[in-house]
């Protein structure tokens, strides 16, 4: 029930299933309730990962039940509504909570984790920003989509705040790496998060004679990826996979690879976590350069490819150029810890500013 000492609505998608925009809001959440603010939290997750019309129909009866707990309440004139938003059609569903919001005059902020929107300008994400308002703040993962945002859309208030700050950086252990003797992949496997592209790298690798091993960690998106992916992973012995892993367990993770590759196909690919997390823990990245990711893996701390560029040439160009030469790659390892040092740093600084304008202690942003 919404009482008066509620000040912040949550609306968004919490684990599970676990994914990029899932992990964010959960961590979200966790920085919300440290500060001991009234919060209600409206779950928007689908079912599972699958993609198919009934698993997006499935966050019907959610939406709905959230509704019902909000019109049912006392209506809120100094409370903040808080919403990730979707990539796609999920947007009808956040459409009407941002209306429930501008009934109810409550301060709205909407944090944006797609770039599906910004790459091809969307008229549902058209009509969902001029719902909220033009004092809405929108809430980007970098500068770089910020700017996007601001210029598609029209809109007058952004902040970015880099998903940096969900990993403070005294709490990890990092470790230069000296040399690569591990390549790994983790997170969702699925063919848009380049579980394929990783794959036909591993098999490059191991006709070149090179001397690597590879770990493989992640859920499966379905049945039909994992046949295809184990059946792959038969002629791919210096390959291990080791499965999903979540929270510690991902640290131990990082600390047995030394390079993370990341060759996302993913449309809506924004700004993924697990990259921030591979170089927190000093490990540089070989991706694809969509979203923000140009943003995150600067010159000297990995390598980026241009999406339209054949994936594994370049990244196994890149990795003999390593292998030949140890003390560049430790140079880069170091890069890697430095630069999410200072993104996590200065990105801090923004999130302390939202928390404080989300339980309406000012009004600077």
Known sequence: ???????????????????????????????????????????????????????????????????????VAPKQTDASLY??????????????????????????????????YLNSPSHLTKWLIVAAGLDATHIALSPGMAEKIKNIYKIK?????????????????????????????????TSEKGIFDFLDLVSAIQVEGINLKAKLAGPFQDKGIEQLVRQRLKKLPMIEYVGPK?????????????????????????????????????????AYGRGSIPEIVVRGCGLVIAPDTPFVPAALAQIKIWLRCQSIFEKVSEAAINNFSKTYAENSQHWQLLMANLIGENSDL
Request: charged letters at 15%.
């Open 1 to 71: 029930m919404l009482t008066s000492s509620v000040k912040i609505i949550m609306v968004g998608v919490l684990p599970p299933p676990v994914h990029g925009m899932a992990m964010v809001n959960a961590a979200v959440l966790e920085k919300l309730r440290s500060r001991e603010t009234g919060l209600l939290v409206v779950n928007m997750a689908a079912r599972s990962l699958k993609r198919s019309v009934i698993n997006r129909l499935s966050r019907i009866p959610r939406c709905m039940h959230g509704l019902i707990r909000l019109l």
């Open 83 to 116: 919403m990730s938003v979707s990539g796609g059609y999920g947007q009808s569903y956040e459409l009407a909570f941002i209306l429930f919001a501008r009934l109810c005059r409550m301060r709205i902020f909407l944090h944006h984790h797609s770039f599906s």
């Open 246 to 286: 979540y929270g510690m367990e991902k640290d131990v993770f990082y600390s047995d690879i030394d390079l993370l590759i990341f060759p996302t196909i993913y449309e809506n690919e924004a700004e993924p976590m697990t990259i921030h997390e591979a170089m927190s823990h000093g490990v540089p990245v070989i």
């Open 157 to 189: 208030n952004t902040l970015s705040i880099s998903n940096a700050v969900f990993f403070p950086s005294d709490s990890i252990n990092s470790s230069v790496r000296k040399q690569i003797e591990t390549i790994g992949f983790l997170g969702n496997i």
